[in-house]
């Protein structure tokens, strides 16, 4: 049975639709969404129907420019230090008020973003035969290509795929990455490495803290490159190309093709966040917001689906492997004024709660004293 509107099944009135069967025959293609793509779908198939609340949550969209988020220029903060000390104070103003902000002039040549793009578009693009052989959920393999990590866990489908490597701190050999895009992931991933660096310095420096700080404490060691991919969708108005989620690591450094649809929840609206040429996007996880003790806030993000595309983004995220470690909040962030709001939580616990949890619900809350 074909699903055309969604008001059929807020009725009831669908009851032979069998869900495990389709998200079974979808996983087993091994071709994603862009599989359907291939195949001429002109429908969205009902295992990505987001139900509508999701969609339009009651949140206003803006826009214009009176709500965007911070943008940082980066330039001269090696050099100079009264230029370092004003870009601190912007980027810990964002961090507290956002979650999320923009940088311009982070040393990455745009050559090497651009390449970035067309490098995820050619695996996503290439024979399906040739993607096949990088599809699995084995969570042991250090390459991976799937459609939507919690595929049988979350209540809809996210219109994307995703190529996911882990890079660090235990990369993968250079064979194990596709051919078409082997070099510039190795030659990409070593610059945002640099970068991030860099960032943790001058998120430990607005946090008052010494520039090395969160480095040492290992927020830089895990590594996690994910290669997104949205294809263009028949029907937006069904589906979510992700859905509302924070992210469960310190960092999340973000390469976003001219698209667009990245939108951030701030003061109960959604904010569009307007791709520029050769930025790139940095937001804090909810490991960090804990570290801070709710200095720095992990916000509800989103990605809506588009009838245009595709969209292509890469998203490094920065986080730990190792489950036996326990994080709380940092101790020379703590006073009488100012006492812990979380309590000590291990990365193992941390992680089960994030995906056992429901769609755009706190994961932090859990674990507040």
Not at 154 to 179: V, Y
């Given at each position: 049975?074909?699903?055309?509107?969604?008001?059929?099944?807020?009725?009831?009135?669908?009851?032979?639709?069998?869900?495990?069967?389709?998200?079974?025959?979808?996983?087993?293609?091994?071709?994603?969404?862009?599989?359907?793509?291939?195949?001429?779908?002109?429908?969205?198939?009902?295992?990505?129907?987001?139900?509508?609340?999701?969609?339009?949550?009651?949140?206003?969209?803006?826009?214009?420019?009176?709500?965007?988020?911070?943008?940082?220029?980066?330039?001269?903060?090696?050099?100079?230090?009264?230029?370092?000390?004003?870009?601190?104070?912007?980027?810990?103003?964002?961090?507290?008020?956002?979650?999320?902000?923009?940088?311009?002039?982070?040393?990455?040549?745009?050559?090497?973003?651009?390449?970035?793009?067309?490098?995820t578009c050619r695996f996503h693009q290439q024979d399906v035969k040739v993607r096949k052989e990088y599809y699995t959920r084995d969570p042991?393999?250090?390459?991976?290509?799937?459609?939507?990590?919690?595929?049988?866990?979350?209540?809809?489908?996210?219109?994307?795929?995703?190529?996911?490597?882990?890079?660090?701190?235990?990369?993968?050999?250079?064979?194990?990455?596709?051919?078409?895009?082997?070099?510039?992931?190795?030659?990409?991933?070593?610059?945002?490495?640099?970068?991030?660096?860099?960032?943790?310095?001058?998120?430990?420096?607005?946090?008052?803290?010494?520039?090395?700080?969160?480095?040492?404490?290992?927020?830089?060691?895990?590594?996690?490159?994910?290669?997104?991919?949205?294809?263009?969708?028949?029907?937006?108005?069904?589906?979510?190309?992700?859905?509302?989620?924070?992210?469960?690591?310190?960092?999340?450094?973000?390469?976003?093709?001219?698209?667009?649809?990245?939108?951030?929840?701030?003061?109960?609206?959604?904010?569009?966040?307007?791709?520029?040429?050769?930025?790139?996007?940095?937001?804090?996880?909810?490991?960090?917001?804990?570290?801070?003790?709710?200095?720095?806030?992990?916000?509800?993000?989103?990605?809506?689906?588009?009838?245009?595309?595709?969209?292509?983004?890469?998203?490094?995220?920065?986080?730990?492997?190792?489950?036996?470690?326990?994080?709380?909040?940092?101790?020379?962030?703590?006073?009488?004024?100012?006492?812990?709001?979380?309590?000590?939580?291990?990365?193992?616990?941390?992680?089960?709660?994030?995906?056992?949890?429901?769609?755009?619900?706190?994961?932090?809350?859990?674990?507040?004293?």
């Amino acid at each position: 049975m074909v699903v055309t509107n969604t008001d059929e099944l807020e009725a009831g009135t669908v009851s032979s639709y069998d869900r495990k069967s389709e998200l079974k025959a979808f996983d087993d293609s091994k071709a994603g969404v862009q599989g359907l793509i291939e195949n001429g779908v002109t429908k969205v198939p009902h295992m990505f129907y987001c139900e509508q609340s999701n969609l339009n949550d009651g949140s206003a969209t803006e826009s214009n420019s009176e709500f965007s988020i911070p943008i940082i220029d980066l330039t001269g903060i090696h050099d100079d230090p009264i230029l370092r000390d004003d870009v601190v104070k912007k980027v810990q103003y964002a961090c507290e008020n956002w979650g999320f902000f923009q940088v311009i002039n982070h040393g990455i040549p745009i050559p090497v973003l651009d390449e970035m793009i067309r490098g995820t578009c050619r695996f996503h693009q290439q024979d399906v035969k040739v993607r096949k052989e990088y599809y699995t959920r084995d969570p042991n393999r250090k390459v991976v290509y799937v459609s939507n990590y919690n595929l049988y866990h979350d209540p809809a489908a996210n219109w994307r795929d995703t190529l996911g490597c882990s890079i660090a701190p235990h990369p993968p050999k250079a064979e194990e990455l596709p051919a078409v895009c082997r070099d510039i992931v190795i030659e990409y991933s070593e610059k945002v490495m640099g970068f991030a660096s860099t960032l943790f310095e001058l998120l430990s420096e607005a946090l008052g803290l010494n520039s090395s700080h969160l480095k040492e404490m290992g927020c830089g060691e895990g590594f996690l490159l994910l290669c997104h991919y949205y294809p263009p969708c028949p029907e937006p108005e069904l589906t979510i190309g992700n859905s509302n989620h924070t992210d469960n690591d310190f960092i999340t450094i973000l390469l976003q093709d001219q698209i667009g649809g990245l939108q951030v929840l701030h003061d109960k609206k959604w904010i569009d966040v307007t791709p520029i040429h050769g930025a790139l996007v940095v937001n804090i996880g909810d490991l960090l917001q804990l570290l801070s003790n709710d200095k720095f806030i992990s916000v509800q993000h989103r990605v809506v689906a588009k009838h245009i595309g595709p969209r292509i983004s890469v998203a490094c995220l920065f986080r730990t492997d190792d489950e036996s470690i326990v994080y709380g909040p940092i101790k020379e962030l703590l006073s009488e004024e100012c006492p812990p709001v979380y309590r000590d939580v291990s990365s193992k616990e941390y992680t089960a709660h994030y995906y056992a949890k429901g769609v755009g619900t706190s994961t932090l809350s859990r674990f507040k004293l």
